[in-house]
Nanobody, 124 residues
Framework: VQLQASGGGLVQTGGSLRLTCAAS????????RGWFRQAPGKEREFVAA????????WYADSVKGRFTISRDIAKNTVYLQMNSLKAEDTAVYYC??????????????????WGQGTLVTVSS
């Protein structure tokens, strides 16, 4: 299984970016997809997740109303649309895949597969 994240970059406060995570070697629809981020000196934190089979979508409180996670089943790809970006959104963003349930959705240990990360820098 390989997850390839892309789309990071430098953006001004209030701007937008769309992250993409393409999966290969993962055809099992029971694997949900998630996005996490890690800022310098901080622990990796949950951003959003979606069930690959449809239904549940979850967001961290800090990104609700600004970020949207979506998926393209045909392309085996998950996206993270980030709007109204703030300086505190600056981090390396990682996509992940795992068989999660509601209570484990925010736990990095619930995701066995990870992409390499893409850096998002929001300048104030």
């Amino acid at each position: 299984v390989q997850l390839q994240a892309s789309g990071g970059g430098l953006v001004q406060t209030g701007g937008s970016l769309r992250l993409t995570c393409a999966a290969s070697g993962l055809a099992d629809s029971s694997y949900s997809r998630g996005w996490f981020r890690q800022a310098p000196g901080k622990e990796r934190e949950f951003v959003a997740a979606t069930r690959w089979s449809g239904g549940n979508i979850w967001y961290a409180d800090s990104v609700k109303g600004r970020f949207t996670i979506s998926r393209d089943i045909a392309k085996n790809t998950v996206y993270l649309q980030m709007n109204s970006l703030k300086a505190e959104d600056t981090a390396v963003y990682y996509c992940a895949a795992g068989r999660i349930i509601a209570s484990t959705r925010a736990s990095p240990s619930a995701y066995p597969y990870w992409g390499q990360g893409t850096l998002v820098t929001v300048s104030s």
